[in-house]
């Protein structure tokens, strides 16, 4: 028996553009990977049975996540004047829509433990204290920002504003009590 959750909604099913998530025994897998890319171009084996659910659930509760965040920013930007093309096209050509953190920034940073500053907290913070001000004076939401500066003022109350600015997701861990390191 495998657990193989999808990700890549209807317009994947439809071209066939869908990653499994499959969590089961190794040798079950194999012999079962014929079918498994029948049904999507992308397998990834991510462990033991009940693991491909873990990995869709946690993918899914940060894809929104990210949303609600993009969101609060994009209607805090048109309030404040920006055109929603305009925003959008910013969000999609620059860091956000390149996946930089997840490609670059955390992987050179979190992913490794090393925190030598490429953007610093000091740096990100008064951005992101900068940009609530305005979400602020327009009457905005910003609950998902609001979460991160607290996290930010923490890491910065410890000392480690000179740190990058993934220093701050530290806290995260601590509280998990577990490290996000990679192998690779």
Same mark, same amino acid.
């Given at each position: 028996?495998?657990?193989?959750?999808?990700?890549?909604?209807?317009?994947?099913?439809?071209?066939?553009?869908?990653?499994?998530?499959?969590?089961?025994?190794?040798?079950?897998?194999?012999?079962?990977?014929?079918?498994?890319?029948?049904?999507?171009?992308?397998?990834?084996?991510?462990?033991?049975?009940?693991?491909?659910?873990?990995?869709?659930?946690?993918?899914?509760?940060?894809? %929104? @996540? +990210?949303?609600?965040?993009?969101?609060?920013?994009?209607?805090?930007? !048109?309030?404040? /004047?920006? #055109?929603?093309?305009?925003?959008?096209?910013?969000?999609?050509?620059?860091?956000?829509?390149?996946?930089?953190?997840?490609?670059?920034?955390?992987?050179?940073?979190?992913?490794?433990?090393?925190?030598?500053?490429?953007?610093?907290?000091?740096?990100?913070?008064?951005?992101?204290?900068?940009?609530?001000?305005?979400?602020?004076?327009?009457?905005?939401? %910003? @609950? +998902?920002?609001?979460?991160?500066?607290?996290?930010?003022?923490?890491? !910065?109350?410890? /000392?480690? #504003?000179?740190?990058?600015?993934?220093?701050?997701?530290?806290?995260?861990?601590?509280?998990?009590?577990?490290?996000?390191?990679?192998?690779?």
């Amino acid at each position: 028996m495998l657990d193989a959750p999808v990700s890549g909604g209807v317009e994947g099913a439809e071209t066939r553009d869908l990653t499994l998530l499959v969590g089961g025994e190794q040798e079950i897998v194999t012999k079962t990977m014929p079918i498994l890319n029948a049904v999507g171009k992308t397998v990834l084996h991510v462990g033991d049975i009940g693991t491909g659910t873990i990995c869709k659930l946690m993918h899914n509760s940060a894809s %929104f @996540s +990210i949303m609600l965040a993009m969101m609060q920013c994009l209607t805090t930007g !048109i309030k404040a /004047g920006v #055109d929603a093309s305009t925003i959008v096209e910013v969000f999609q050509k620059c860091a956000l829509g390149r996946n930089f953190d997840l490609q670059v920034r955390l992987p050179n940073t979190l992913f490794n433990g090393n925190f030598d500053p490429r953007f610093s907290l000091k740096l990100a913070y008064k951005d992101l204290k900068l940009a609530m001000e305005i979400a602020d004076k327009f009457d905005v939401p %910003f @609950s +998902i920002p609001e979460i991160c500066e607290k996290q930010m003022a923490e890491a !910065i109350a410890r /000392g480690l #504003d000179v740190k990058d600015s993934s220093i701050f997701l530290t806290m995260q861990e601590e509280k998990a009590g577990v490290k996000v390191r990679t192998h690779s």
